[in-house]
């Protein structure tokens, strides 16, 4: 029986067209600057968010850890939230690898800070304390959408105390998918969700299901820069081409797609509810957060990996919907999940 994956929408294979995109590619060698299929791709995503120039890259962390050493300087630091993933699941590589300091601020069920505890945490200009000279704010957060008022409000008061700001968009075509406007384009939307920020990366191998790869954008200086990190990083690559046209053949083919995952992440969500010992602590787009009392977690966990169903348990059950995951891929996970909860004596209800 197929496997229903739900650690990661990173877990997604090529498809056929994909893999057929690859192996058509034109190629170059990336890190002498003569890959076409590479050009093309950066030309596109700058130009998709509205941004001078992109640097194509092998991975997110790395997207975000090159924004942040060429927005910053050692002996400086970058604001950032407490649970945000540049700060927590990045390895500190910004702080041991450039020197740079995060600080971390509290955030809300939404992933959102508050303006206050954002603005008492700029450094005065002092030998004392670390230089301030970035903010970073991720979106989708844990699947939630940042509001737009708030992202025009924080990156606002950023700029008016001299920092620039950058969003890590590792999952920013699900926040234009769930957000945009009736009538409006995901690429549109897009756009707009990067213009408040200096610089964005956005992510290829977790919704839209390449195999590798991200993109950072911003101006032409700040790309110059970020390139150079990235070769001491060893980001540089060779014949990548192969890669963007990946990327590039998901920008064509899987962007509207992501409303399937958000419709599947609800269905999901919506069978989870009322299981007794089982809290739906949150679902947005294509991701579904639940607490399991009583500590079984990590029973339920191997009772559904011995089933066929994986999940991931890090920061509370989560479930993450994506490519490779249909409709009776979540009924089945359903199924197992309450056969796990069902008392002895009583089996579980059958799939929805």
């Given at each position: 029986?197929?496997?229903?994956?739900?650690?990661?929408?990173?877990?997604?294979?090529?498809?056929?067209?994909?893999?057929?995109?690859?192996?058509?590619?034109?190629?170059?060698?990336?890190?002498?600057?003569?890959?076409?299929?590479?050009?093309?791709l950066?030309?596109?995503?700058?130009?998709?968010?509205?941004?001078?120039?992109?640097?194509?890259?092998?991975?997110?962390?790395?997207?975000?850890?090159?924004?942040?050493?060429?927005?910053?300087?050692?002996?400086?630091?970058?604001?950032?939230?407490?649970?945000?993933?540049?700060?927590?699941?990045?390895?500190?590589?910004?702080a041991?690898?450039?020197?740079?300091?995060?600080?971390?601020?509290?955030?809300?069920?939404?992933?959102?800070?508050?303006?206050?505890?954002?603005?008492?945490?700029?450094?005065?200009?002092?030998?004392?304390?670390?230089?301030?000279?970035?903010?970073?704010?991720?979106?989708?957060?844990?699947?939630?959408?940042?509001?737009?008022?708030?992202?025009?409000?924080?990156?606002?008061?950023a700029?008016?105390?001299?920092?620039a700001?950058?969003?890590?968009?590792?999952?920013?075509?699900?926040?234009?998918?769930a957000?945009?406007?009736?009538?409006?384009?995901?690429?549109?939307?897009?756009?707009?969700?990067?213009?408040?920020?200096?610089?964005?990366?956005l992510?290829?191998?977790?919704?839209?299901?390449?195999?590798?790869?991200?993109?950072?954008?911003?101006?032409?200086?700040?790309?110059?820069?970020?390139?150079?990190?990235?070769?001491?990083?060893?980001?540089?690559?060779?014949?990548?081409?192969?890669?963007?046209?990946?990327?590039?053949?998901?920008?064509?083919?899987?962007?509207?797609?992501?409303?399937?995952?958000?419709?599947?992440?609800?269905?999901?969500?919506?069978?989870?509810?009322?299981?007794?010992g089982?809290?739906?602590?949150?679902?947005?787009?294509?991701?579904?957060?639940?607490?399991?009392?009583?500590?079984?977690?990590?029973?339920?966990?191997?009772?559904?990996?011995?089933?066929?169903?994986?999940?991931?348990?890090?920061?509370?059950?989560?479930?993450?919907?994506?490519?490779?995951?249909?409709?009776?891929?979540?009924?089945?996970?359903?199924?197992?999940?309450?056969?796990?909860?069902?008392?002895?004596?009583?089996?579980?209800s059958?799939?929805?």
């Amino acid at each position: 029986m197929k496997q229903v994956d739900l650690r990661s929408d990173t877990v997604t294979r090529p498809t056929a067209g994909m893999r057929a995109a690859m192996l058509a590619a034109a190629v170059g060698d990336d890190v002498f600057g003569d890959d076409p299929t590479v050009h093309a791709l950066q030309q596109r995503v700058a130009a998709l968010t509205g941004h001078e120039a992109a640097l194509f890259m092998p991975s997110g962390t790395q997207a975000n850890l090159c924004a942040i050493l060429a927005h910053c300087s050692r002996g400086e630091e970058y604001i950032v939230g407490q649970h945000s993933h540049c700060y927590r699941f990045e390895g500190g590589g910004a702080a041991a690898l450039g020197g740079v300091q995060p600080q971390p601020l509290p955030q809300d069920a939404g992933g959102c800070m508050a303006l206050a505890d954002i603005a008492a945490a700029v450094k005065p200009d002092d030998p004392h304390f670390a230089r301030t000279r970035l903010l970073c704010l991720e979106n989708t957060w844990n699947g939630h959408v940042l509001p737009d008022e708030h992202v025009r409000a924080v990156t606002a008061l950023a700029h008016a105390h001299g920092l620039a700001t950058h969003l890590d968009g590792a999952r920013l075509f699900n926040a234009a998918v769930a957000s945009r406007a009736r009538g409006q384009s995901v690429f549109e939307r897009v756009r707009e969700l990067a213009a408040p920020f200096d610089s964005v990366s956005l992510c290829f191998s977790k919704g839209l299901g390449a195999p590798v790869g991200s993109v950072l954008c911003g101006a032409q200086p700040f790309i110059a820069r970020a390139r150079r990190i990235r070769k001491m990083a060893g980001g540089g690559m060779r014949q990548s081409g192969l890669l963007a046209a990946a990327a590039l053949y998901a920008l064509d083919h899987h962007v509207e797609r992501l409303a399937d995952d958000h419709r599947h992440a609800a269905r999901l969500a919506d069978g989870l509810r009322g299981l007794p010992g089982l809290t739906l602590r949150s679902a947005a787009t294509n991701m579904v957060f639940a607490d399991v009392s009583d500590g079984r977690a990590p029973a339920l966990l191997d009772f559904m990996k011995a089933r066929g169903v994986l999940a991931t348990g890090l920061i509370g059950l989560r479930f993450v919907t994506h490519l490779d995951v249909d409709a009776d891929g979540i009924d089945r996970a359903l199924d197992v999940i309450r056969r796990f909860f069902a008392p002895p004596d009583r089996p579980a209800s059958a799939g929805r």
